[in-house]
């Protein structure tokens, strides 16, 4: 799952607007933040597991992430509203061709051991993930070299137009700068060192991540002392702990109980829509699932209705493609209805009787125990036999990874641009297609999409492609999720965000 992120804004502004400067203009923004904002106390923040390691460019875990993204600093960022805008580089510059992208960074960035951040860590980081083919490889395809003429500057060259560009390049920590002695070292997998407004101060396994205030850091300085994350996998301790002052911030509340939360007033609870998508996918590189009669009888033999009231009590909208309503990426398709006899007909022309599936869902994400239990009850209407098995985060990874599935539940999380909900996902050999879901119209039209500089033929693309990829079952969306998150009313500055990255950077604590 990546990433990673409040304001309650339509998305139909938050997914626009992300191509940045046109052909041959440029921005020019004065970021330079005025120092201050005294000590705060220290914010103990409980989630829903642990990080299965804290190198940016290598997990793909939301856990990580909302640790990560307090740590270190990427070439740009979204705001409130997903616009990108600057952050290490402070002004860009784009030639006519829209081929040369050049960047000038912010003076006096250190990382928080106070060594200077230039250009060249910039090129370094970029080159690791694509010469390592790491997790964000593919935000790389169209980049055909970073260099640094100066250690002020960094140029991005690339063989076609890409109007994500600064999305790619900014639009969650796993493509942050990192530093080099640190990745060599190993030391990144623990104790990362950024330049972002918190520093890591220790790791224990199983515990907390113990964040302290960066006072070397560029923007204004963190009210806060520190952040304390602490792992907590049941939403109901969670609540508990939040409720008793054990901690101050959590986003893992029991769904069930969100409304009266709300209602009550006790602790500060706010609910906006997302722009992520929860989905199941069946491995295609192990049969029957390479069928698409038997995909496609999976989704009509589901009742997304009763799948997303059990897994988030209201607290989400059914959906049968990727892109939330109200994005004005937003495609209209639903073509499956729940329909056991349809899904009986369809695994009968495949030649299927008695399966038995073998479903991977994770503690640490309860909404996947909760929808595989129903997934399970609906699947056996028509047949199925559903075995849930259920494990830790970290086995669960390992599991993806190796194929070693019949099918799992999941998400996807902080996506902005369209590209961030199709092409890692469905081109085929893609970086986190491990459903192994290959068609060749479909890499066409997610080739073509990406490096589309006109809008309205971008999203026509797109629509083309998403449409393939649901008659394809490639992914069985189930939803789109709001986000939910709960803090301590002594709590102040904190700001709920589309997108779940999770900045504790201008909050204070009262005492």
């Known amino acids: 799952m990546t990433r990673p992120r409040i304001v309650a804004v339509a998305l139909a502004v938050a997914l626009t607007g992300l191509a940045g400067c046109s052909a041959g203009d440029s921005v020019d923004v004065d970021g330079d933040a005025t120092a201050g904002g005294s000590a705060g106390g220290t914010l103990t923040a409980a989630i829903g597991g642990e990080p299965d390691q804290l190198d940016p460019h290598r997990t793909s875990a939301y856990y990580s992430f909302e640790v990560l993204e307090n740590v270190y600093d990427t070439l740009v960022e979204p705001d409130a509203d997903l616009k990108m805008g600057p952050a290490l580089a402070t002004r860009w510059t784009t030639s006519s061709d829209q081929l040369t992208w050049t960047f000038t960074l912010r003076e006096g960035v250190t990382f928080s051991d106070g060594s200077p951040l230039t250009s060249e860590d910039v090129v370094y980081s970029y080159q690791r993930i694509i010469r390592e083919k790491l997790n964000a490889a593919y935000k790389f395809a169209t980049v055909k070299s970073v260099t640094a003429p100066d250690p002020a500057t960094v140029v991005v060259t690339l063989t076609a137009p890409t109007p994500n560009l600064l999305a790619n390049l900014g639009g969650f920590k796993g493509v942050a700068i990192v530093e080099k002695s640190n990745v060599e070292s190993g030391a990144i997998k623990t104790r990362p060192v950024g ?70 007033g006790e602790v500060a609870v706010t609910t906006t829509p997302s722009t992520d998508y929860w989905y199941l996918a069946l491995n295609e590189g192990r049969a029957p699932y390479d069928d698409v009669n038997v995909r496609r009888a999976v989704a009509f033999a589901l009742d997304r209705e009763a799948i997303t009231k059990a897994a988030k009590f209201g607290q989400a909208t059914a959906n049968q493609t990727a892109i939330p309503q109200g994005s004005s990426w937003y495609y209209d398709y639903s073509p499956y209805r729940h329909d056991p006899d349809q899904a009986r007909q369809l695994l009968g022309q495949a030649g299927v009787r008695g399966l038995t599936l073998d479903l991977m869902v994770t503690s640490e994400y309860p909404e996947t125990v909760s929808a595989a239990q129903v997934i399970a009850a609906q699947l056996k209407e028509v047949g199925i036999t559903v075995k849930i098995r259920t494990l830790d985060f970290a086995q669960w990874l390992d599991e993806q990874g190796k194929g070693n599935f019949g099918g799992f539940l999941l998400g996807w999380l902080g996506n902005i641009d369209p590209d961030e909900f199709y092409y890692a996902q469905h081109r085929t050999g893609g970086t986190f297609n491990f459903h192994k879901y290959s068609n060749p119209t479909v890499d066409t039209l997610l080739d073509q999409a990406r490096t589309q500089t006109d809008e309205g033929v971008r999203k026509q693309t797109y629509e083309r492609a998403a449409k393939q990829i649901v008659d394809d079952a490639s992914y069985i969306y189930l939803y789109n999720p709001d986000v939910v998150q709960g803090w301590s009313k002594k709590v102040t500055g904190y700001q709920v965000r589309t997108d779940r990255a999770i900045r504790f950077r201008d909050v204070a604590l009262a005492r």
């Open 195 to 264: 330049s972002g407004p918190f520093t890591v101060a220790s790791y224990t396994s199983g515990d907390t991540i113990k964040l302290t205030r960066n006072d070397a850091y560029w923007g204004q300085k963190p009210k806060l002392d520190g952040v304390t994350f602490t792992f907590v996998k049941d939403p109901t301790v969670a609540l508990q702990n939040l409720r008793g002052g054990e901690v101050q911030w959590t986003d893992n509340l029991p769904p069930q109980q969100v409304p009266a939360l709300k209602e009550a």
